[in-house]
C-alpha cells in the first residue's frame, strides 16, 4: 500500500520478467456520481507535481470491451465508469472535504496511492500499463483514521490494534461498519471483473 510499495513491487516485476504493468484494487470516489462497487478505468494518471500519464489506450478498449460483453452476457452487474482521470495521493485522503478539494484541483473522477507509481514505471520501461480500480469510498464517505491506524504497509488490518483505536473512538465505529460493507460491494466487483477476463493482456 502506498506509492513507494508499489513503485518497488512494479520495478521488482518488470526485472522479473513482466511485460506490462496493471494497477488493480481499489480507490475512492472524488465524483459524487461514482457509488461503491464501480469499476473505474481511467484515461489518465494524475499526481501532484509531475506530467499526467495515459493508460495504453488498445488495453483499456480490450478491458472495456471484456467487460461490456459480460454485461451483456449477464455475467457481471457492476457499473462501470470508462474513462477520466485517476489521482494518486501521497496521503490518505480520508474526509468529504479533502475528496472535494482534490476533485477541483485535479478534475479526476477517483484516487488512490498507488496507480501512478506503476504508470510511471512502466512509462519508464516502455511498457503498457493500465488501471482497473474499484470505488470502495463515495465522495461523501469519510474514512474513520482507526482504520488507517490499523493498516499495515500491505493493506492488511490488524484486528487487535483496529479493535483498541475503535474502543478508543466510539464514533468511529457506525463509519467503520459502513464502510466494511461498502468494501465487501467493491470486492464482488473486482471478482467479477476477473472472473471476466478483465485484466486479460495487451
Known amino acids: 500500500m502506498g506509492f513507494e510499495a508499489a513503485e518497488q513491487s512494479a520495478r521488482a ?19 459524487p456520481r461514482l ?13 501532484d ?7 495504453d489506450l488498445a488495453w483499456r478498449e480490450q478491458v472495456l470491451e471484456v467487460l461490456g460483453g459480460a454485461q451483456g452476457r449477464a455475467g457481471i452487474k457492476v457499473p462501470i465508469e470508462a474513462g477520466g482521470k485517476l489521482l494518486t495521493s501521497r496521503r490518505p485522503l480520508t474526509s468529504a472535504a479533502d475528496k472535494r478539494t482534490a476533485l477541483l484541483e485535479f478534475g479526476a473522477i477517483a484516487v488512490d496511492m498507488e496507480s501512478y507509481a506503476v504508470a510511471a514505471v512502466a512509462a519508464g520501461r ?8 474499484d470505488i ?6 469519510e474514512v474513520p483514521a482507526a482504520l488507517l ?9 490488524a484486528a487487535g490494534r483496529l479493535l483498541v483505536r475503535m474502543l478508543g473512538s466510539p464514533r468511529s465505529v457506525m463509519p467503520f ?3 466494511a460493507g461498502r468494501y465487501n460491494v467493491a470486492r464482488r466487483s473486482l471478482r467479477a471483473a476477473a472472473q471476466a477476463g478483465a485484466p486479460g493482456s495487451p
Open 49 to 55: 507535481g509531475a506530467r499526467d500519464l495515459s493508460a
Open 126 to 133: 516502455g511498457l503498457p500499463f493500465v488501471a482497473i480500480r
Open 136 to 141: 470502495v469510498d463515495a465522495a461523501d464517505d
Open 13 to 31: 516485476l518488470v526485472d522479473a520478467g513482466s511485460r506490462a504493468l496493471v494497477s488493480w484494487g481499489l480507490a475512492g470516489g472524488l465524483d
Open 149 to 157: 491506524d490499523a493498516a499495515d504497509a500491505r493493506g492488511r488490518l
Open 177 to 179: 461498519l459502513g464502510l
Open 35 to 47: 457509488s461503491p462497487g464501480t469499476l473505474i478505468v481511467p484515461e489518465r494518471l494524475v499526481i
